[in-house]
C-alpha cells in the first residue's frame, strides 16, 4: 500500500514561468538568464556557467558559450568551473556557501552557480528511499520573499522552484559549493 | 585531483593556477572536489531498479490481498 503512492520525484523536473512567478509577487528574481540548450550528456556544467557568462553581457551568446566549454560528456569539477571563468576574463570564487549568502548575492542581482544533488526522491508514505547521489550544476536565480523556496534557472524563461529545506539537504552533499562570477569591473563577490 | 579523472600533468597545471583562497576553500571541504554532470545512465538506472522492486512488491501485497478477500 506504501508503495503504491510512492513518487519519484526531481526539483529538476518541473519549471515555473518567470511571469508568472513574478504575478506572484512573492519572490526575489533575477532576470533574463538565458539557459542554454547542451548536447551531451553531462553538460549541466557548461550550461551553468555559460548562464552566468552570459548574464548582463548584451554581445554574448550562451548557446555559442557553452557549445565552447568542454564539458559534454564528463562531469566538470569546481576546478574546472573557476578556470574556465578566469580564463574567460572574469573573476570567480569559490565558496563554502549558505542561504543567507545565496540571498545575498539574488539581492545584488548576481546568479550563483552551485552544486547540489538532483537524484529524485522516492517518497514512500513511511520516508524517503536513497537513491544514487546525482551532482549537478545549476544557477540560483531567485530566493522566495519569505526565505521558504530557491529558484534555480531553467530554460525559456523558466525556473525550477525548490523547496528550502530540500535545497539544503541536497546544496549539503557538495558541502554548500557555490562559485560566484562577476565581471572585473563588477562589484566583488 | 588525479582520482577526479585529471591526467597528472593537467591536475599538476590546474594545481598551479589555483589562488591560495581556493586551495583554502577546497582543502577545507573535500566533498566540493568532485565532478557534476546531468542524470546519469547509472543513476536512473539504480532509480528504475527500485521503482521495478517495489512495483512487484505492491503487486505481490495488491495480490495476497485479493485472495484474502475472496
Same mark, same amino acid.
Not at chain 1, 557538495?174 to 563577490?189: G, L
Given at each position: 500500500m506504501t508503495? #503504491?503512492?510512492?513518487?519519484?520525484?526531481?526539483?529538476?523536473?518541473?519549471?515555473? #514561468?518567470?511571469?508568472?512567478?513574478? #504575478?506572484d509577487g512573492g519572490y526575489r528574481i533575477i532576470p533574463s538568464l538565458a539557459v542554454p540548450a547542451v548536447r551531451g550528456v553531462e553538460g549541466c556544467g557548461a550550461q551553468a556557467l555559460a548562464t552566468v557568462l552570459a548574464y548582463g553581457d548584451a554581445s554574448a551568446d550562451s548557446a555559442e558559450l557553452a557549445d565552447g566549454l568542454p564539458w559534454h560528456e564528463v562531469g566538470a569539477t569546481p576546478i574546472d568551473l573557476l578556470l574556465a571563468a578566469r580564463d574567460r576574463g572574469r573573476e570567480a570564487a569559490i565558496a563554502r556557501g549558505s542561504w543567507e !549568502?545565496?540571498? $545575498? =548575492?539574488?539581492?545584488?542581482?548576481?546568479?550563483?552557480?552551485?552544486?547540489? &544533488? !538532483? !537524484?529524485?526522491?522516492?517518497?514512500?508514505?513511511?520516508?524517503?528511499? /536513497?537513491?544514487?547521489?546525482?551532482? =549537478?550544476?545549476?544557477?540560483?536565480?531567485?530566493? #522566495?520573499? &519569505? $526565505?521558504s523556496q530557491v529558484l534555480l534557472a531553467a530554460r525559456d524563461a523558466r525556473h525550477h522552484v525548490v523547496e528550502r529545506d530540500d535545497f539544503l539537504r541536497r546544496w549539503s552533499k557538495?558541502?554548500?559549493?557555490?562559485?560566484?562570477?562577476?565581471?572585473? &569591473?563588477?562589484?566583488? /563577490? | 585531483m588525479t582520482q577526479l579523472g585529471y591526467e597528472p600533468q593537467a591536475a599538476r597545471a590546474?594545481?598551479?593556477?589555483?589562488? *591560495?583562497a581556493d586551495l583554502e576553500v577546497l582543502l577545507a571541504n573535500p566533498q566540493?572536489?568532485?565532478?557534476?554532470?546531468?542524470?546519469? *545512465?547509472?543513476?536512473? +538506472?539504480?532509480?528504475?531498479?527500485?521503482?521495478?522492486?517495489?512495483?512487484?512488491? +505492491?503487486?505481490?501485497i495488491a495480490g495476497s490481498a485479493s485472495v484474502m478477500i475472496n
Open positions: 508503495l #503504491a503512492s510512492a513518487g519519484c520525484v526531481s526539483p529538476l523536473q518541473r519549471s515555473v #514561468a518567470e511571469q508568472t512567478l513574478r #504575478a !549568502a545565496l540571498a $545575498g =548575492h539574488v539581492a545584488r542581482g548576481q546568479p550563483v552557480l552551485i552544486m547540489f &544533488d !538532483a !537524484a529524485p526522491q522516492v517518497q514512500t508514505l513511511t520516508g524517503r528511499i /536513497p537513491t544514487s547521489r546525482v551532482m =549537478h550544476w545549476s544557477v540560483v536565480s531567485g530566493v #522566495a520573499a &519569505d $526565505g557538495s558541502a554548500n559549493c557555490m562559485i560566484v562570477v562577476t565581471r572585473k &569591473d563588477e562589484e566583488e /563577490p | 590546474a594545481a598551479s593556477r589555483l589562488t *591560495a566540493m572536489m568532485q565532478a557534476a554532470g546531468a542524470l546519469s *545512465a547509472t543513476a536512473q +538506472a539504480n532509480i528504475m531498479g527500485i521503482l521495478i522492486v517495489g512495483g512487484i512488491v +505492491a503487486l505481490g
